[in-house]
């Protein structure tokens, strides 16, 4: 195995470090585990909310923090971390959105934070992410809502798309960044405004004291940008898309489905 610097390596989980059915091949999870034994650190930086993501985080053993919601929550799953944090949204936006969710064409609308979950209504089964079915606590109102969430998730009548970005950008363009959850999916999430991936990759770098030179990242869709380019090696999948490899320092040579991120790793590191 060659000696290298100590590295970051930032992963983010959806089409990129798990395969098209969310699932951790038994390659990948040898890969990631053999960077860590060699003594990088490897940190899972993904869009999810941190609900969806621990069951990663243990199969793959990690010890370093975890950044969820985009770069909105940091945290070291199942101990403390001293550089901790949480950005999140003013409650009476979700106050104000649900106020006007016929008319703005709003279909389901979900807040998150590290232990919160309050929706709507029931997600359709095609979601995914979200229950189908919602407890007494989780129905989700402007009176039962009592503490600011991290991310807003609204899914849309698709025709409707541009007018709630246009709503939010007239109305809180200054405390609230938009962005669509990629692909075709009729789905909006708000955050707060200026945060991204690469704010949480910054921090798990200083906490280890690793040089932005020594960071890699790894993604593929537009929430992935910022923390690719901030990164000395930003990589983009094989899948990703064209906006990603255009700014990306090197592409895999294999999709997420065929271990991509799992032969790099092992190409660059020696692994084998």
């Not at 985009?70 to 009476?92: A, I």
């Not at 006007?100 to 807040?111: H, R």
């Not at 004291?209 to 901030?230: L, T, V």
Request: glycine share 6%; aromatic share 8%; hydrophobic share 40%.
């Amino acid at each position: 195995m060659i000696i290298i610097n100590k590295k970051l390596i930032a992963l983010d989980l959806d089409g990129t470090t798990l395969d098209n059915n969310a699932q951790l091949s038994e390659i990948t999870k040898t890969a990631i585990k053999k960077v860590v034994a060699a003594g990088h650190v490897v940190s899972i930086v993904t869009g999810r909310p941190n609900r969806l993501s621990e069951n990663f985080y243990d199969e793959l053993n990690l010890t370093s923090p975890m950044i969820n919601f985009n770069g909105n929550l940091g945290t070291q799953p199942h101990d403390s971390w001293s550089l901790e944090y949480e950005y999140n949204v003013n409650k009476e936006i979700v106050a104000e959105l649900l106020s006007k969710q016929n008319e703005l064409g709003i279909n389901l609308m979900a807040v998150e934070g590290r232990s919160l979950f309050m929706a709507n209504r029931g997600a359709s089964k095609d979601m995914g992410f979200f229950p189908t079915i919602l407890k007494s606590n989780q129905i989700l109102d402007a009176k039962n809502l009592k503490t600011n969430p991290i991310s807003i998730t609204v899914q849309m009548h698709p025709e409707a798309i541009g007018n709630l970005a246009n709503y939010v950008n007239t109305h809180f363009k200054d405390d609230v960044t938009i962005t669509p959850w990629g692909g075709n999916s009729p789905v909006m999430e708000l955050a707060a405004k200026g945060i991204q991936k690469d704010t949480g990759v910054k921090r798990v770098a200083d906490y280890y004291g690793i040089a932005q030179k020594d960071i890699m990242a790894f993604g593929d869709e537009s929430n992935d940008y910022a923390m690719i380019k901030y990164a000395g090696l930003g990589v983009a999948m094989k899948n990703a898309i064209s906006e990603i490899k255009s700014i990306a320092n090197a592409t895999t040579d294999f999709n997420n489905q065929e271990n991509g991120v799992a032969y790099f790793l092992t190409n660059y590191f020696e692994l084998n």
